[in-house]
């Protein structure tokens, strides 16, 4: 038995495969926001005794999770010391000097992580050109870790000026800490990002040191419940590069979890869009809290080497995935200027919307929904979960006494302006990267992502939506589709020429050694080994890279040939042009290692005709504007639709995990696989 949890913000998701029978089982529960690991022992438990099965039949668990993001957002990591070169302790405060909105006068900058009086200072200097100017100070070192220690940190983070290029000092650095200070969790920049850019480099460096004790105490609570479960198997957390790690690399380097959630998502919707015969993707996640969206060309979702996350610069390689405060659970306000928003606010999995009954007496993304008619108005989570129209028509209709207008309007603009937000998000990862929405399949998933698949298609003009069978866990499915993955970086500036050959060649002699060394670590078959090579390019003079892919086999001149007409595409498709004399620089050189594991199968069913007669359930009213206003629609349960069935809209399908609305104008039709392919007429 094969097991797949992702924790979200509302609910917790679970999917078990049986490899012997390939039945698939899914379960979702209410998350559990004080303790995550309550929430996912719950919805294990409560999974396997669905499926018959025990805990002991488990031989795979992977998990993904929002406690780093959920920790970093909020600012609930541990109180966090620095020790940094002697001059450069303001640099976390002082960055890059960007305003975080060009043309908002008010907008403020995130919190420093790091309060002024436990950044510390301490001489060493190692320059540009990794030669040591100043040793450093052991004895000065000594001192400021007793000073953190005394002020009651948790966690040390280590940064010095070039440290990616020399590692001496930040080893002795180590070594001191562990003596000095046992107890801290300990993060040193040349382990965590042995990369150039210094502010960057502090950034990443000092967030994992923050996440450390949080993430270190949330994976020995879980392990602790899933030993009571009698979980055997070895539990692996997703990476936000899509593959995962084990627990215990996860506790050491936190930082590199902060899209563990979402990243699962876009490797269940490559696979599933894979078996369908779709390769030109766009994946909507739209869960309780937020909504996430990527683009995948040709089946592969781009790969940035940083991001910032939640306005702190993080370099660590991580699915180039969007972001945008819209969930079921986004609550809907009136601004001061009297319009109408919604989010990024949200009620979360307690209370949730009003709707569930919990006390919450605002309107959210989901009770618009309730209102309309287009969610189920008596009950969600297959009957589990009792709905309350009452309360939900309540919370709107507050709203529209405000706005002036009647509670369906009011329910239809929340659903309106979210819809605007989130193909917003959209344009951001297609038309701003030269990217035609129109070209790509829409795959809608998450429990709210099928419900509002079909508007945001039309609001984009996509003509094809493909809707999973279990849209509503795909994330937890995602984990059974992933491999081991971890990354290497060094950064090595030079000019490409043909001088170059040797130094290229020994950056990934150096990369491929850490790979290999890893591979060993974690157990991998010699049959089960993959290394990607990439580098980053620029011209001389720019400030950002473009990543270019390195062909397998030995470093020959060749290469060179090879990277330069990969950076020329790279650099024509994102600026639109190429300057053909100006030198080009190699700037980091990255491996990423892949130790393939045993994935979940999935096999595709016989053909059983168009008509769905044995999937129909009944009509309720449902508030279509599309379709001039209120209409009957049929209502379909998702678990009886066959492979060749068709779906003409406006329509609504629902299954324990979401709700999949077919607009007035959409057919739709079950693939043999089981997903649902959505096609506008």
């Known amino acids: 038995m094969r097991v797949g949890v992702d924790s979200g913000g509302t609910f917790t998701d679970v999917c078990l495969i049986d490899d012997a029978t390939g039945r698939i089982t899914v379960w979702k529960v209410a998350s559990t926001p004080d303790d995550p690991s309550r929430g996912i022992a719950r919805g294990v438990r409560e999974a396997l005794a669905q499926d018959g099965a025990r805990a002991a039949d488990i031989g795979y668990f992977g998990h993904g999770t929002t406690v780093a993001t959920n920790a970093l957002i909020q600012h609930r990591g541990a109180k966090t010391g620095l020790i940094t070169t002697d001059g450069f302790r303001d640099l976390l405060e002082i960055g890059r000097q960007k305003r975080p909105a060009l043309y908002d006068l008010q907008a403020d900058k995130p919190p420093v992580l790091v309060p002024r009086d436990i950044r510390l200072e301490v001489p060493e200097r190692v320059l540009h050109d990794g ?3 100043l040793p450093l100070d052991a004895a000065a070192f000594r001192t400021a870790v007793r000073r953190l220690r005394d002020a009651g940190v948790a966690a040390v983070a280590v940064c010095f000026l070039y440290g990616f290029l020399r590692t001496d000092h930040e080893a002795m650095a180590r070594r001191i800490l562990a003596e000095e200070f046992p107890a801290a969790f300990v993060s040193i920049s040349h382990e965590v990002a042995p990369e150039f850019r210094e ?7 000092v967030v994992n040191a923050y996440l450390g004790p949080v993430m270190h105490g949330y994976i020995e609570q879980l392990s602790g419940r899933l030993h009571e479960l009698g979980v055997s198997a070895t539990p692996h957390l997703t990476q936000s590069n899509g593959g995962v790690i084990s627990f215990a690399q996860a506790a050491r380097l936190p930082v590199r979890t902060v899209l563990s959630g979402p990243a699962t998502g876009v490797v269940g919707a490559q696979q599933v869009a894979r078996l369908a015969g779709f390769s030109e993707l766009i994946t909507f996640d739209m869960g309780g809290t937020s909504t996430d969206v990527a683009l995948l060309s040709n089946g592969q979702c781009r790969m940035a080497g940083e991001a910032v996350v939640h306005g702190y610069p993080i370099k660590t390689p991580m699915l180039d995935i969007h972001t945008v405060g819209a969930g079921g659970g986004s609550i809907a306000f009136i601004d001061r200027g009297g319009l109408l928003k919604v989010g990024p606010r949200s009620a979360g999995a307690d209370p949730g919307p009003a709707c569930y009954g919990r006390g919450n007496t605002e309107a959210t993304v989901t009770d618009a929904n309730v209102v309309l008619g287009t969610l189920n108005p008596d009950f969600l989570l297959g009957g589990r979960m009792p709905v309350r129209h009452d309360l939900a028509r309540d919370a709107i209709g507050r709203l529209a006494d405000r706005l002036g207008t009647d509670v369906i309007s009011t329910a239809q603009g929340i659903v309106s302006v979210v819809t605007a937000n989130m193909a917003r998000a959209i344009r951001v990862i297609s038309v701003q990267r030269g990217y035609d929405p129109r070209d ?17 298609a039309r609001e984009l003009d996509i003509g094809c939506i493909l809707v999973p069978r279990h849209p509503g866990i795909l994330c937890a499915m995602g984990l059974l589709l992933t491999d081991l993955r971890a990354d290497f970086a060094v ?8 001088n170059v050959l040797p130094d290229v060649a020994a950056a990934f002699d150096e990369l491929t050694a850490r790979a290999d060394a890893w591979f060993e ?26 990543s270019v892919a390195l062909p397998a086999g030995p470093v020959a001149p060749a290469t060179l040939d090879v990277l330069a007409d990969g950076f020329a595409a790279a650099h024509q498709r994102a600026y639109g042009f190429v300057a053909e004399d100006d030198p080009v620089e190699l700037v980091t050189f990255r491996a990423e290692a892949t130790g393939l594991v045993h994935k979940a199968k999935f096999r595709p069913e016989p053909q059983a005709g168009a008509v769905p007669a044995s999937a129909a359930i009944g009509e309720r009213q449902v508030w279509l504007p599309e379709a001039g206003g209120l209409v009957r629609c049929p209502v379909y349960n998702r678990e009886e639709l066959r492979a060749g069935n068709r779906i003409a809209g406006p329509a609504i399908v629902e299954q324990m995990d979401a709700t999949t609305l077919v607009l007035p104008g959409v057919t739709g039709r079950v693939e043999p696989y089981l997903n649902l392919v959505l096609e506008a007429q």
């Open 491 to 498: 950064t090595r500036r030079r000019v490409l020429q043909a």
């Open 131 to 133: 030669s040591v100017e």
């Open 199 to 205: 502010f960057e480099r502090l950034s990443t460096t």
């Open 440 to 456: 790509h399949t829409l795959v809608a998933f998450g429990g709210a992502g099928p419900l509002h698949a079909a508007r945001l």
């Open 521 to 546: 670590a974690e157990g991998i078959a010699a049959a089960d080994r993959r290394i990607t090579r990439t580098v980053d390019m620029r011209y001389a003079g720019q400030n950002y890279e473009l």
